[in-house]
């Protein structure tokens, strides 16, 4: 079975690239089976790791940054693939 974790963030004024830099450097403990970084407007930074592993598995999972980095707490959710058409 596969799992998305998702992790988004949106970066205090001005700081969407350092953002960037700081979701693209974090190391997880083990590595996914695939791994995305995205952007979009408003300066949010979006990643998205693949696991082979069942829906409720321990799975690492990006941190918090720093809160003068961000304007608000991250979003995160968890999917479970069915699979692609």
């Known amino acids: 079975m596969t799992v998305a ?7 205090a ?3 969407g690239e350092e953002l960037l830099a700081w979701a693209r450097a974090q190391e997880l403990p083990v590595r996914p089976a695939r ?3 995205f ?3 408003q300066d949010r ?4 790791t693949w696991w082979d592993a069942s829906p ?3 799975l690492p ?15 995160r959710w968890r999917f479970e693939s069915l699979g692609s058409d």
Do not use: F
């Open 5 to 11: 974790l998702m992790w988004e963030a949106r970066a």
């Open 13 to 15: 004024e001005g700081r």
């Open 35 to 37: 791994r995305e970084t």
């Open 39 to 41: 952007r979009a407007s």
């Open 45 to 48: 930074v979006l990643v998205i």
């Open 56 to 58: 409720d598995a321990e």
């Open 61 to 75: 999972e990006l941190p918090e940054p720093d809160g003068e980095l961000v304007m608000r707490a991250v979003h």
